[in-house]
């Protein structure tokens, strides 16, 4: 399981220790009405926002044994890439692989602990709510006809990142130079098998290839 957060440019962060467990809440929303002489009344008012939130760490230093990946970022980069992402007036896209979350999603709060003995990591805890489209409905103008105006929809989808072959490359070469992990090179091989042919270790300089997403 991999959590990435990706803004609206395209830049995907990957959290590099997953939780223990995630929490995602959901309830309904309910409008309560005082009704003179007959009491309290509640009327459903539709669903409210889910809320996803975890705890987990950035690490100083990488451990295969809870790591995701090797190439950490700086726990103190790390925290004030959140903290932007919380700022921010657009949202960003939440996916959670193995799961079925992939959603708008703003960083409602997170928390930062530092804990003796371990210098360098930083332990955080992070909340997230699902964003949603603003609609907004104008009265009917001077032709009569009512008018509905819809907030834009920010373009979170990741760009395609393409590498173009360079004299000496392999496959592994360029999983362990683009994605992180030799072991990929499959994923690119699969991304690019009309461009490579049939035998995936007979590629040639100046091909692009499509990095995976």
């Given at each position: ?116 003995g371990e210098p360098g990591d930083v332990y955080f805890d ?88």
């Amino acid at each position: 399981m991999e959590i990435h957060l990706i803004d609206g440019t395209g830049q995907n962060f990957v959290f590099p220790v997953n939780p223990e467990e995630i929490t995602i809440s959901r309830s309904k929303g309910v409008e309560t009405v005082n009704i003179v002489s007959l009491g309290e009344y509640d009327f459903p008012a539709g669903e409210r926002v889910k809320e996803i939130a975890f705890s987990s760490f950035f690490p100083a230093a990488y451990d295969p044994g809870y790591c995701n990946y090797q190439n950490l970022p700086d726990p103190q980069e790390a925290m004030n890439r959140l903290t932007t992402m919380m700022n921010s007036k657009s949202p960003v896209r939440m996916i959670i692989t193995d799961t079925a979350v992939n959603v708008l999603v703003t960083i409602a709060a997170h928390n930062s602990t530092f804990r003796g003995g371990e210098p360098g990591d930083v332990y955080f805890d992070l909340t997230a709510r699902t964003w949603r489209e603003m609609k907004v409905h104008t009265q009917a103008g001077a032709g009569g006809a009512a008018s509905t105006a819809k907030s834009t929809r920010p373009d979170t989808k990741k760009p395609a990142k393409t590498y173009v072959v360079k004299s000496g490359d392999t496959l592994s070469k360029i999983a362990k130079l683009e994605l992180g992990d030799s072991s990929k090179w499959q994923q690119i091989y699969n991304a690019n098998q009309k461009t490579i042919g049939k035998d995936p270790n007979r590629i040639k300089p100046g091909q692009k290839l499509v990095m995976p997403q």
